[in-house]
């Protein structure tokens, strides 16, 4: 994909999938604004991109005022603001007997309503300028249940929703919003289901990736970089006819009945 003048703030961009995308947008031609709560994460991956490339801008999501400044730092860096990929997210794990009102709510508000707050101030820009592609991340398990996941899963459905609802009333201005579904990715955010699964079942990380993969048709979870394509896709002019969809990039899953129901028994 050819991302050269494209001006791009990707929150999350410090870990994990985020980096991924910095280090592909910018390969591409982009310049771009990482943000994320970690300031140390962030400054790291600046550190392997070209100078030039990249700003950061130190920031959480659900807070109004660091959403103000992301927008506004990406802006002054970049001189305007194309693509808004919203990749931050957060997960608690625990069954809804078991998940405290305040993980809920912190999870609720990272996934959802950061996006919400980020759109919300970016969409303005886009409909002075004619257009724009906002990319949001959402998961296979926004379209299906996945083992002790309900905050991360419900959260997830919202997004697609919110994604969907943003196309229709912004469409008659050139932006086009769409959302891009991984099913597992091998991060940190994996992680936390992963190890508990692989410590239950007396065996390593990589024993725990091949049982909660072992139904998936391609029989793996995913790479960061396996992901990034997609969303660069989004991000470029080769997708201009392309707003409400959302992608599924789940290793086959979704065409299986992969209800998760092994993992669960096993997690409780």
């Not at 808004?84 to 993980?103: R, S």
């Not at 886009?126 to 899963?153: D, E, F, H, Q, W």
Request: hydrophobic share 40%; glycine share 12%; net charge positive.
């Amino acid at each position: 994909m050819d991302l050269k003048g494209k001006v791009a703030l990707i929150t999350g961009g410090g870990t994990g999938l985020g980096t991924a995308i910095a280090q592909r947008f910018v390969k591409e031609g982009a310049k771009i604004c990482i943000s994320g709560r970690r300031k140390e994460k962030l400054e790291q991956v600046a550190k392997t991109l070209p100078k030039g490339s990249v700003v950061v801008c130190q920031g959480d999501v659900t807070k109004e005022a660091d959403v103000k400044r992301m927008v506004e730092t990406t802006v002054k860096f970049g001189g305007k603001l194309d693509v808004l990929v919203n990749n931050a997210a957060h997960d608690v794990k625990g069954n809804i007997t078991d998940l405290a009102p305040d993980d809920w709510r912190m999870v609720i508000d990272i996934n959802l309503t950061g996006p919400f707050l980020m759109m919300r101030e970016v969409l303005p820009l886009m409909i002075k300028t004619k257009g724009g592609s906002i990319i949001n991340i959402a998961s296979l398990g926004g379209t299906r249940c996945l083992p002790v996941c309900p905050a991360y899963c419900t959260s997830k459905a919202g997004l697609i929703m919110l994604t969907q609802q943003a196309a229709l009333d912004y469409g008659k201005y050139q932006i086009r919003v769409n959302a891009v579904c991984p099913g597992g990715i091998d991060t940190v955010l994996l992680d936390e289901m992963i190890l508990p699964l692989a410590e239950k079942l007396k065996t390593n990380k990589q024993g725990g990736l091949d049982y909660f993969s072992k139904d998936v048709p391609l029989r793996r979870v995913s790479r960061p970089e396996e992901i990034t394509g997609i969303i660069s896709y989004l991000a470029s002019d080769e997708s201009t006819f392309m707003t409400g969809s959302a992608l599924l990039i789940d290793g086959g899953a979704a065409i299986v009945d992969v209800s998760g129901a092994a993992v669960s028994s096993v997690l409780g």
